[in-house]
């Protein structure tokens, strides 16, 4: 309850739209949040679909990113690759499940996880490191990723990943620091 009535806003927080979400989980990999609002919403006008990013030039792509200081090229590449896939493969709807997003290039565990919890409320626990600051601050849970990742899904409710997630994560952003 604490999240749904305080948090920071920012506008992927506002969508479950898939595509929109993956953009900002590849975005905010080490980049501040603050920096990737302006970058996630001219993004979004230049390519707002899979498809229309799928048919841009790669080279624009990376140029974007790299005009938008947002680090690590090849995280564009792989955003370009992966909207040609879910154009290709799945008839431009993202896959659901955290398994089946992990078919997309690019996209790992965690941000397959992220997607489906927060699109499609249908993930596992996202353990990033404000998860692991909350994780140990509350439960003394020591620093060691498979634990880590053991604690935060014995934590989770079932159902409830999209609110879950986002909760821990903001509170280790906001009051863990």
Not at 43 to 63: I, S
Request: aromatic residues 12%; proline residues 5%; charged residues 25%.
């Amino acid at each position: 309850s604490w999240y749904e009535t305080d948090h920071r806003q920012f506008p992927w927080r506002e969508t479950d739209d898939a595509y929109e979400i993956l953009v900002s989980e590849v975005m905010s990999q080490q980049t501040q949040l603050g920096r990737v609002v302006e970058a996630w919403e001219a993004f979004l006008d230049e390519w707002p679909t899979p498809a229309d990013l799928a048919d841009a030039d790669r080279a624009d792509v990376v140029g974007f990113w790299t005009d938008h200081s947002l680090g690590y090229n090849n995280r564009a590449k792989y955003l370009h690759e992966a909207a040609e896939q879910v154009t290709a493969e799945y008839d431009g709807e993202f896959p659901e499940s955290p398994d089946e997003l992990q078919n997309l290039m690019g996209v790992g565990p965690y941000t397959a996880n992220a997607v489906a919890s927060f699109a499609f409320n249908n993930g596992d626990a996202v353990v990033d490191t404000n998860v692991k600051r909350v994780l140990y601050r509350a439960f003394d849970v020591p620093d060691d990723d498979a634990t880590f990742e053991a604690a935060a899904s014995e934590a989770m409710p079932e159902g409830e990943s999209r609110v879950w997630n986002n909760a821990v994560m903001e509170l280790g952003g906001v009051a863990c620091e």
